[in-house]
C-alpha cells in the first residue's frame, strides 16, 4: 500500500477537525493519508454523543482560551495540549469495526516502540505504557472510508486536564482526580523528551511497519483545504455542531 | 415520584467500562423526550438521533423491543440495548 504522509503543524481544533473530515471526503481522490499534527490553541475535543455542557466547564474554557470541538467520532473527551496527533483514512476495513482499530492502533504501537517502549492495547480504544493510558483512539466510517485519530500524551498535567474536564460524580472529585493520575501517563513521564517533528516521524514509520506501507510525501491539494475550510467554518466553529447534544 | 400533572424526569449514568448517559421527561409512564449521551462508539453515529426519537412517545414497558428494533443494525461498542434499556429504566425508577 501506498501511505502519503502528511507532517502537519499546530493548528486550531476547528481546522484539524475539518481536515480530518475532509481527508475523508476526498479519499479516492487522495488515496490512504497519515497526518500527523498538533493543536494551538489547547483544546477539549468530546465525542460525537457526548454533551458539551456535560462533559466540559465551558467558562473556565473561555477564560483559559481552550477551543471546544465536538468530533466526528464516538469516544471520550479529551485535552490536547502536549500530544501528537494522528489522523489515518483508509478505504474500509472488512470485518468487525473493533478489530479494525487493532490494526491501525498498532502504527502508533509500533511507533512507540521505536522509543525503547512496550506499548500494549487495552480496553476498546486504549495503548498503554507499564499499564498506563498513553494514547487513546477513536474510529467512524462514512462516505465509503474509515478515519481514525488518536493521541499519542507528550506531557499531561491531570490537574490541568480537571479544571477543564467534568467527572462523572463531583462529589468523588478528588478520588477521580487520583485515580486518573494512577492510570495516566505521557512520554515526558516516561523519561522520554523527544521533539514533536522527531516523534511524526517515528510514529509514521510504525504505521509503515504496521501496515506494511511505503510512504511518500505530499501535502494535501486546494482542493481538499477548500472542503477543509468550508467544514472549519460552518461545522466545526459552530456552536450549532458543537453544542447540538 | 412524578409531579401532579404526570410529568416526571429522570437521570441515570450507567458504568460498563463507557458510560451510558440518560436524562428523559416522561409523562405518566410514557417517555416524552430522551437524551442518550457518553464516550460509547455506535456505528453509523447518526443512528442515536433516529433511536432518541423513536423512543419519543413510547410507553416504558415497550422501550426494550424499540431499543432492540432500533440498534438491530448498528455496529456498537461499549453499549448494547440491554445495557441502554438499564440505563433507561433507571431513569424511569429514579424519576422525580
Redesign the interface.
Known amino acids: 500500500m501506498e501511505l502519503r504522509v502528511i507532517y502537519d503543524t499546530h493548528r486550531r481544533a476547528f481546522e484539524n477537525m475539518g481536515i480530518d473530515e475532509a481527508m475523508l471526503i476526498h479519499l479516492k481522490e487522495i488515496g490512504p493519508t497519515l497526518r500527523l499534527y498538533g493543536w494551538n490553541p489547547p483544546a477539549v475535543s468530546i465525542?460525537?454523543?457526548?454533551?458539551m455542557e456535560?462533559e466540559v466547564d465551558v467558562d473556565n474554557a473561555r477564560k483559559l482560551g481552550v477551543n471546544l470541538v465536538r468530533r466526528?467520532?464516538?469516544?471520550?473527551?479529551v485535552y490536547h495540549k502536549w500530544e501528537l496527533t494522528y489522523s489515518i483514512i483508509l478505504p474500509e476495513i472488512k470485518g468487525?469495526?473493533?478489530d479494525s482499530y487493532k490494526i491501525i492502533e498498532r502504527g502508533v504501537v509500533e511507533g512507540l516502540k521505536t522509543l525503547g517502549l512496550e506499548p500494549k492495547m487495552v480496553?476498546?480504544?486504549d495503548i498503554a505504557v507499564n499499564g498506563k493510558k498513553i494514547s487513546g483512539n477513536?474510529?467512524?466510517?462514512?462516505y465509503g472510508g474509515l478515519l481514525q485519530h488518536g493521541t499519542i500524551l507528550m506531557n499531561v498535567d491531570v490537574d490541568e486536564m480537571f479544571s477543564l474536564l467534568k467527572v462523572?460524580d463531583e462529589k468523588l472529585r478528588d478520588k477521580h482526580i487520583q485515580n486518573v493520575k494512577h492510570r495516566v501517563t505521557s512520554l515526558h513521564h516516561l523519561g522520554i523528551d523527544v521533539e514533536f517533528e522527531e516523534l511524526q516521524k517515528r510514529i509514521a514509520e510504525g504505521f509503515k511497519y504496521a501496515l506494511n506501507a511505503n510512504l511518500y510525501e505530499e501535502e494535501l491539494s486546494s482542493e481538499v483545504m477548500a472542503t477543509a475550510k468550508d467544514l472549519e467554518v460552518n461545522k466545526y466553529a459552530t456552536r450549532e455542531w458543537n453544542f447540538r447534544? | 415520584m412524578p409531579h401532579g400533572n404526570g410529568i416526571s424526569e429522570g437521570k441515570f449514568v450507567l458504568k460498563k467500562g463507557k458510560l451510558i448517559k440518560v436524562h428523559a421527561v416522561f409523562e405518566d409512564s410514557t417517555i416524552k423526550r430522551i437524551k442518550i449521551t457518553g464516550d460509547f462508539f455506535i456505528y453509523p453515529e447518526e443512528i442515536i438521533e433516529d433511536l432518541e426519537k423513536a423512543l419519543e412517545n413510547i410507553p416504558i414497558e415497550k422501550a426494550y423491543s424499540k431499543i432492540r428494533e432500533s440498534m438491530q443494525k448498528c455496529e456498537c461498542i461499549g453499549i448494547d440495548p440491554d445495557s441502554l434499556y438499564e440505563a433507561v429504566k433507571n431513569a424511569w425508577m429514579k424519576r422525580s
Open positions: 465525542g460525537y454523543f457526548q454533551s456535560e466526528i467520532t464516538g469516544g471520550g473527551a468487525r469495526i473493533l480496553g476498546i480504544n477513536a474510529q467512524t466510517r462514512k462523572p447534544r
